[in-house]
């Protein structure tokens, strides 16, 4: 048997869509957690890299930047220019994931469902008096817009989780080419 043949009325319909819009939202929640902390901890990785070294001096020292590269050979414009570019990119995947995870909504206030409109009640039994006045239509039509303010977020959360999956890709390959051209580069080094 389907699930969609359990529903009582378009109430239980819409008490479907609501529950699985909101399944969506924790399972996007718990993506953007895991691309956050994965671009934190390659970031605190890059710098422990070569080419941060020159990225950090640059920023130590702004106008004294012809100092700073008078010396570079090609390696370290490598080296400097594959970890400039990674930290970019996990710092685009770190705001993306911090999009994600901050909850924006259109439903402002007076709704029964919407966990910020019950928290402006004085009280439980405010709220409780209030669901018991309801009838079904009243209590429907709450639901039915909570679902559509609900199915904003998800949308809106998957567009910013999916840029930063897109983007944890290129910025993991530059982390990788960044380390490989460092010990590369070291072991080809004289001695």
């Known amino acids: ?13 819409v008490a479907y869509i609501h529950q699985q819009a909101a399944a969506s939202l924790a399972h996007l929640d ?14 605190v990785y890059l710098s422990s890299l070569e ?12 106008l004294r930047i012809h100092e700073t590269f008078a010396g570079l050979g090609w390696r370290d414009w ?11 990119i ?31 009640r004085a ?19 709450q639901l039915s817009r909570d679902t559509y303010f609900l199915a904003k977020i998800v949308n809106r959360k998957y567009r910013t989780a999916a840029w930063a999956a897109t983007l944890l890709w290129p910025a993991a390959f530059l982390l990788i080419g960044a380390k490989m051209t460092e010990v590369a580069f070291s072991l080809a080094a004289p001695a």
């Not at 048997?1 to 319909?13: K, Q, V």
């Not at 080419?51 to 702004?62: I, S």
């Open 1 to 13: 048997m389907s699930r969609m043949m359990d529903f009582e009325g378009r109430t239980g319909a």
């Open 30 to 43: 718990a993506k953007a957690t895991i691309f956050s902390g994965l671009a934190t901890g390659a970031l």
């Open 51 to 62: 080419g941060f070294g020159v990225l950090a001096a640059l920023f130590g020292a702004p």
């Open 78 to 88: 490598v080296n400097f220019g594959l970890v400039a570019a990674a930290i970019f």
């Open 90 to 120: 996990f710092v685009l995947v770190f705001v993306f994931s911090m999009l994600c995870l901050k909850p924006r909504s259109g439903n402002k206030a007076g709704g029964v469902i919407y966990f910020r409109s019950i928290a402006q």
């Open 123 to 141: 009280d439980d039994i405010e709220y409780a008096s209030e669901i018991a006045g309801m009838d079904e239509a009243a209590l429907a039509e």
